[in-house]
């Protein structure tokens, strides 16, 4: 059985109304015994842009000594010291694809204890260099992906520098890779990339996205997503929801550990993987309207999940009723779950955040409100960390007028 559980923001509606009444519902799930301890195979695909861009030089600071190498240097070492990491075992496979005009596969998918075709590999990364097709890189990975084990959880890591010049083709790439279950973590470096293809890119395919501010950056956020890789013991997670007369389900965002909204255009909704060690909490937002209930207990609607357990080799589901209870007792009808509350106010926070990024291009005014009514929340909810981005941003906002391209970036991927 999944090991979930929902949580409405309040437990009473107003009875004998048609009005238009919201209810959020918080799903929570976190894996515990033999499946949290059930570490699956890992197949991964590293997908590193070797376009011309990424020859250009990058500080690297070692203790205290500065070297003068290459972005791409820095991914290539960085590369290096991720396939000895000990979280990693030799029955984990590996690929690694360059693209840049065309895509490349320099080390075909392969387990780690062949670790030296795929470290001799990496030298050969330098001797590319081009354009930015990044849908030809994707699409490239999920060839090699294809020949994994049915068992193994499969990701890519995508790295790239600058403006694709196939978007259109990058999110019908990310719409596959979510349909077939390969998951897609973005990464972007700089300041000339766009920030949101790989934020939309990483949603579509269940991932995450990360802004780099400095390429020394990559090597620590390799080591974080291994960690999350190796952790992941549900993959495929679906939802199927049914609703009563007279309800919607209107949206789906996951809202912890990362934020993402799940695209909701059928009554069967993909919601990604869940690693073991912490929660995974998604919020649905219902909608009831048009039918006057009279008092007492109702059922809203049924959640019925299904997810795949990779080490188990089996399929596990779970089924829950949302139910509230229709009342004329006012205070009941005002009283609220503080947890569920909190979520929805961190998912709303990050609506503002990306309606302010859009607003940029042509109301600073407008930008500037959205960003400090979103820090509001933040502070509300204690995201001591947005918090501070959002602060960060406001600041440079009030002072010049506008965010630069690194500002704009941060605050989108944070």
């Not at 570490?39 to 250009?56: C, F, K, Y």
């Not at 190498?69 to 690694?96: N, S, W």
């Not at 009831?288 to 990779?310: K, N, V």
Request: some cysteine; aromatic content about 4%; proline content about 3%.
């Amino acid at each position: 059985m999944l090991p979930t559980f929902v949580k409405p923001h309040r437990d009473s509606l107003s009875a004998s109304t048609a009005d238009t009444q919201k209810l959020f519902v918080l799903l929570k799930a976190i894996p515990a015994g033999d499946l949290a301890a059930a570490r699956p195979q890992l197949a991964l695909a590293l997908v590193i842009d070797t376009s011309g861009s990424m020859r250009d030089l990058a500080d690297a600071s070692t203790g205290e000594k500065t070297a003068r190498v290459t972005k791409l240097q820095q991914a290539i070492e960085a590369t290096r010291r991720m396939l000895t990491d000990e979280r990693l075992q030799p029955h984990d496979q590996f690929c690694l694809i360059s693209f840049d005009d065309e895509a490349r596969t320099v080390s075909p998918l392969s387990p780690l204890d062949r670790l030296h075709s795929a470290q001799s590999a990496l030298a050969r990364l330098d001797r590319f260099s081009g354009g930015t097709h990044l849908a030809k890189g994707l699409r490239a990975a999920m060839r090699e992906l294809n020949h994994a084990p049915q068992n193994a959880v499969r990701r890519i890591i995508l790295l790239t520098d600058g403006e694709a010049f196939d978007e259109k083709e990058c999110y019908a790439a990310a719409r596959e890779l979510g349909e077939t279950g390969i998951s897609l973590v973005t990464m972007g470096i700089g300041d000339e990339y766009n920030e949101e293809l790989l934020r939309d890119l990483a949603e579509m395919a269940h991932g995450r996205p990360h802004h780099l501010p400095a390429m020394h950056d990559f090597h620590s956020v390799l080591e974080s997503e291994i960690g999350i890789s190796v952790r992941e013991v549900v993959t495929d997670l679906q939802l199927a929801a049914q609703t009563v007369r007279g309800v919607s389900l209107d949206s789906i965002t996951r809202v912890y550990p990362d934020l993402a909204e799940i695209p909701c255009s059928s009554t069967h909704y993909a919601l990604g993987h869940m690693a073991a060690g912490d929660y995974t909490v998604w919020t649905l937002e219902f909608t009831i309207s048009g039918l006057c209930r009279p008092e007492g207990r109702a059922r809203l609607a049924q959640l019925q999940l299904q997810g795949f357990a990779p080490a188990l080799g089996q399929r596990l589901s779970s089924t829950h009723d949302v139910t509230v209870q229709f009342t004329a007792d006012e205070n009941a009808i005002a009283d609220v779950d503080g947890e569920v509350l909190g979520y929805i106010q961190q998912r709303n926070a990050d609506r503002m955040v990306q309606n302010a990024v859009r607003q940029l291009k042509t109301n600073a005014t407008a930008a500037q409100q959205s960003l400090e009514s979103a820090a509001q929340l933040t502070r509300r909810v204690g995201n001591a960390m947005q918090t501070k981005v959002l602060e960060e941003s406001l600041h440079e906002l009030r002072t010049t007028g506008s965010l630069s391209r690194n500002a704009r970036k941060t605050v989108t991927l944070s």
